[in-house]
């Protein structure tokens, strides 16, 4: 499976990004879809889930009420909004997929394949 994320860029805090993930390969309803963040000088973190039918999403705590994620099983494409960004969400964001998961894991060694990223700065 290949993944390819775009969308990423410069923002003035308080605006919105949205980002896209587009899957190919392989059948993209097999998969749990989620999307993990890296800033500079720290560790992956699970920002958000959604499980294969699109009927349950999963939010990390740090940007509940921020992000929205959605899936188009047709399209073999995902996305993720995100508002009001603020300095703290500069990161390199990663569209994944996970095979075997049943519900959406928060911890990336759950995830089969990752895509290579796409950088969101936020300018204060």
């Known amino acids: 499976v290949q993944l390819q994320a775009s969308g990423g860029g410069l923002v003035q805090a308080g605006n919105s990004v949205r980002l896209s993930c587009a899957a190919s390969?392989?059948?993209?309803?097999?998969?749990?879809m989620g999307w993990f963040r890296q800033a500079p000088g720290k560790e992956r973190m699970f920002v958000a889930g959604?499980?294969?039918?699109?009927?349950?999403?999963d939010y990390a705590d740090a940007v509940k009420g921020r992000i929205t994620i959605s899936r188009d099983n047709a399209k073999n494409k995902a996305t993720l909004q995100i508002d009001v960004l603020a300095p703290e969400d500069t990161a390199v964001y990663y569209c994944?997929?996970?095979?075997?998961?049943?519900?959406?894991?928060?911890?990336?060694?759950?995830?089969?394949?990752w895509g290579q990223g796409t950088q969101v700065t936020v300018s204060s």
């Open positions: 959604i499980t294969r039918s699109g009927s349950i999403e």
């Open positions: 390969g392989q059948t993209f309803s097999w998969y749990v």
């Open positions: 994944v997929l996970a095979r075997w998961a049943r519900l959406v894991p928060v911890d990336p060694r759950e995830y089969n394949y």
